[in-house]
């Protein structure tokens, strides 16, 4: 039985109108798109996690392994005096090339987690407020950035051509504008066997560094794409060392050069190879020198 309160409700609900119709349907269409995109970050998130915890493992797997080695060879040194000193020595190189390798990949992780340190700072608007902006001599920064890292791969050739004795100033983070060269350097000798070439032009108004390589090069469809975030060129190959890396390079290059009125380009054909520069302008002072 129906008590009265339940037949007075029945007979007062109408059926929707047509707009209260259109109302719910465009609340329905907005809630299933908020949760295809709530899906879309998800596989993002899980997608970056995978790839991230990857690269974080890889070189870790490295670290342990080359300590292990290290320890292995001189353990057996401990407390004993009768080893001839050949020995000796054998074991400690040995030991120290592994402790070498170790500090390189060492220097790998702290690279990724910088890169995922600036993202954060990023997207959160913030980089800016970590620059140490100050005035510097870019030719210098070039050249102690390029003599440094070429001693790293000394089984690598990169070529220099920048003026020589000249000073061309910048307002800029030093640190910074040596994070953007860098990050084109590796990626050239990542993803090309070629020698890499980095030269620096200017004129009175702007100077223009730009790093050279002979390698897949970028297809003209992707030259855009390559700049944002996590974005990576389907099917390229990594020619030079383990990690294949996360995508955040390019992002980070480029924001820092806009951050610093600068601008970032690629000039590439497929197959033939790649030149990626960046732009930054001459401090005033030096503007009619
Ligand atoms: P990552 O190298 O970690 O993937 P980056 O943001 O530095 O990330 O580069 C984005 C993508 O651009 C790379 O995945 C690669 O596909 C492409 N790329 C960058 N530099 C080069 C290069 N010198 N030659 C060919 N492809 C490149």
Avoid at 137 to 152: D, F, G, L, P
Wanted: proline share 5%.
């Amino acid at each position: 039985m129906m008590t009265d309160h339940e037949n007075g409700s029945r007979q007062m609900r109408k059926a929707p109108s047509e707009q209260e119709l259109k109302q719910l349907e465009e609340k329905l269409r907005e809630t299933l798109e908020r949760e295809a995109s709530l899906r879309d970050l998800n596989q993002c998130m899980e997608e970056f996690l995978g790839a991230s915890s990857h690269e974080l493992r890889t070189p870790l797997t490295t670290i342990k392994a080359s300590i292990q080695l290290a320890l292995r060879r001189l353990r057996p040194l401990t407390g004993k005096t009768d080893y001839d000193p050949e020995e000796i020595n054998a074991k400690i190189t040995v030991a120290q090339d592994m402790l070498a390798r170790a500090e390189r990949q060492v220097d790998v992780l702290n690279r990724l987690v910088g890169d995922m340190i600036d993202i954060s700072r990023i997207q959160s608007g913030k980089l800016p407020l970590y620059l140490q902006t100050t005035l510097c001599n870019i030719v210098t920064i070039v050249q102690e950035t390029i003599r440094e890292h070429s001693k790293a791969v000394p089984e690598r050739s990169i070529l220099l051509e920048t003026p020589i004795d000249e000073e061309v100033l910048i307002v800029a983070d030093p640190k910074r504008i040596r994070q953007v060269l860098m990050n084109y350097v590796d990626n050239a000798l990542k993803y090309a066997s070629s020698p890499v070439t980095v030269r620096l032009q200017h004129d009175n108004r702007i100077v223009r560094v730009a790093v050279e390589d002979k390698g897949p090069g970028i297809p003209l469809e992707e030259q855009e794409r390559i700049w944002e975030c996590f974005y990576q060129v389907p099917n390229v190959k990594v020619v030079n060392g383990s990690g294949t890396g996360l995508g955040l390079g390019l992002h980070i290059n480029r924001t820092i050069i806009t951050c610093h009125s600068g601008q970032v380009g690629v000039n590439s054909v497929p197959e033939q190879g790649a030149t990626f520069w960046f732009t930054l302008p001459i401090a005033q002072h030096n503007v009619g020198e």
